[in-house]
C-alpha cells in the first residue's frame, strides 16, 4: 500500500534525525539555521554577487535538466552572470528521502534545492529540523507564484516549499459512450451549468450500473474506486477537511466534524446503500481500478492526470474529464490536493540560500501557459475539457493528514473494515475513532 511505503519512509526520516542529531551533537541543540546562514552583504545588487565558481545542485527524480535550446541559453547566462555552475542531479524516487536525510545530518546537504512530494517533506523534516524556511528568500505575495503554494508549501506558520509551477490536477474521467448509451447528461455540461453534483454524479452511478444479458450479474458499474481513496477527495468538496493544522503545527482531527460526515456517509452509501462501486478484488492495488475503466465496463473513475495518460494511451472508447463533483455544502468546484503535489525545499547547512533563490526564480519559467496547456492534452483532447482542466489549476484545495502516517494508514484500514464492510453509519465512526485518531496525530511528532 503506498501509504505504508509513506509511513516507512517518513518514520525512517524522524528517527534517523533524532538519534543522529543526540549522537552527533553529544544533546546539544545545532544552531538555528537562519542564525548560521545570515549574510552581512544580504542587499547588494544581485550584479555584486560572484560565486566565485560554486556549484549549485537541484536534485528531483527524473532528469530535470534544460531540454531545448532556450532553456539552455538561458542557464548559461545566468551561470556567467553568478559565476557558477547549475547542475542537476537525478535521485530515484526510493532513495531520494534517505540520502537526503543522510546528506543533512552529514552537515554536507546533497543539493541546495530539493524537490519533494508534499507528504514526505512536510511536516517530517520541519519538525526534524532537517530543512529550513524560506519566506525571508521569496516574496510570495507576487502574483507569479502558484496560487496553491501557500497551502501546499508552509506547516506551522512557516513557508517552508516552493515551486515555480503546478500541475496539481486530478478529477473524474468518464466513459462518454456508456453515459451517452444510458440516455444520461454528459458531466461536462452538467459542470459547465454548476450542476455537477454529488446529486449528478449519483443519478450517472446508478444509471449506468447495470445487468444488461439478465444473468442477475452487472456488466457494468457507476463507479470504480481506486484503492478507496474517494473518501478524502468527498470530504474536501463539501467543505470539510480530514485534519487542520494551525500555525503552531498542532493538528486536530477533524472527521467529526458535520460536512465531513456527510461526505463519509456518501461515500459509504454508493457501496452500501446504492450499490454503485464494482467490486474491488485488491483494495491495496491502486492500478486496478484504473485498468478496470479503460475495460469500458466502468462509467467513471476519480485519477490523477497521469492515470489520464495512461488511459488516453489504451482505451478504445470516447472518455472525458471533468472536475470532482460539488458537496452540498461547498461554494465552488475543487480539485483535492493530497499527497501528489511536489514542492522544493532548501536544507539545513545550506551554504548560500538567497542567492539559492535567486538562481532559482531567475532559471524557472513562470506561468508558461503554452507548456502547461501541451501537458493538459496529454491526457485530454477535447478542446473545451482541456479549457476545464486549465480552470482546475486555481482550485486546489489541499490536505495533510497522508503526512501523519500512523494515523493516515489507521483510518485508511478502518473506513476499509467500519464503513465499507461493516455498513457502520459515518457520524457513529467519526465519533467513534476520534480520541484514537487524535492520540496517533499527537504521537506523531509529539505535539
Known amino acids: 500500500m ?156 512557516k513557508q517552508y516549499g ?93 472527521l467529526d466534524d458535520p460536512n465531513a460526515i456527510e461526505a463519509l456517509q456518501f461515500f459509504s452509501d454508493l457501496h452500501n446503500k446504492h450499490g454503485v462501486v464494482a467490486p474491488v478484488a485488491d483494495y491495496t492495488d491502486w492500478y486496478e481500478a484504473p485498468r478496470k475503466f479503460v475495460g469500458g465496463g466502468i462509467a467513471m473513475f476519480f485519477g490523477q492526470a497521469w492515470d489520464g495518460q495512461d488511459i488516453k494511451q489504451a482505451a478504445e472508447f470516447d472518455y472525458g474529464f471533468v472536475h470532482f463533483p460539488m458537496g452540498p455544502k461547498a461554494s465552488d468546484y475543487m480539485v483535492p490536493i493530497q499527497a501528489e503535489a511536489k514542492i522544493y525545499v532548501m536544507p539545513k547547512h545550506a551554504k548560500h540560500p538567497r542567492e539559492a533563490a535567486m538562481i532559482f526564480e531567475e532559471i524557472s519559467d513562470f506561468n508558461n501557459d503554452a507548456s502547461f496547456t501541451g501537458w493538459i492534452k496529454s491526457f485530454v483532447s477535447n478542446h473545451n475539457e482541456i479549457k476545464l482542466a486549465e480552470e482546475m489549476i486555481n482550485k486546489g484545495k489541499v490536505t495533510m493528514y497522508l503526512g501523519y502516517p500512523t494515523f493516515s494508514d489507521m483510518l485508511f484500514d478502518k473506513i476499509c473494515s467500519s464503513i465499507i464492510v461493516d455498513n457502520m453509519p459515518a457520524d457513529e465512526f467519526a465519533k467513534k475513532f476520534k480520541d484514537e485518531a487524535q492520540e496517533l496525530i499527537d504521537e506523531e511528532y509529539k505535539k
Open 2 to 157: 503506498k501509504g505504508k511505503t509513506l509511513k516507512l519512509f517518513l518514520l525512517f526520516t524522524l528517527v534517523l534525525a533524532i538519534v543522529a542529531s543526540l549522537v552527533g551533537c553529544g544533546g546539544k541543540k545545532p544552531a538555528n539555521a537562519q542564525e548560521e546562514l545570515d549574510d552581512p552583504n544580504e542587499d547588494l545588487d544581485v550584479r555584486e554577487i560572484d560565486m566565485e565558481g560554486y556549484t549549485f545542485r537541484i536534485a528531483q527524480w527524473w532528469d530535470a535538466g534544460p531540454d531545448n535550446n532556450k532553456a539552455r541559453a538561458r542557464q548559461k547566462r545566468i551561470e556567467e552572470k553568478y559565476n557558477c555552475r547549475i547542475e542537476y542531479i537525478t535521485v530515484s524516487w526510493d532513495q531520494i528521502v534517505s540520502k537526503f536525510t543522510s546528506s543533512v545530518l552529514s552537515g554536507e546537504p546533497m543539493a541546495d534545492i530539493i524537490l519533494f512530494e508534499i507528504t514526505r517533506a512536510l511536516p517530517v523534516f520541519a519538525e526534524a529540523d532537517l530543512i529550513i524556511p524560506v519566506d525571508d528568500y521569496f516574496d510570495f505575495d507576487d502574483p507569479k507564484w502558484p496560487t496553491v503554494i501557500k497551502q501546499t508549501g508552509r506547516y506551522a506558520g
Open 162 to 254: 516552493f515551486n515555480d509551477t503546478s500541475s496539481d490536477i486530478s478529477g473524474i474521467f468518464y466513459n462518454k459512450e456508456l453515459i451517452r448509451n444510458q440516455g444520461l447528461q454528459d458531466p461536462y455540461l452538467l459542470a459547465s451549468k454548476k450542476r455537477w453534483t454529488w446529486d449528478a454524479f449519483l443519478e450517472i452511478a446508478k444509471g449506468t450500473t447495470k445487468d444488461l444479458d439478465g444473468d442477475g450479474e452487472n456488466d457494468i458499474w457507476g463507479l470504480a474506486i481506486q484503492g478507496h481513496n474517494l473518501y478524502s477527495p468527498f470530504v474536501l468538496s463539501n467543505d470539510a477537511n480530514i485534519i487542520n493544522v494551525d500555525d503552531n503545527g498542532k493538528a486536530t482531527y477533524t
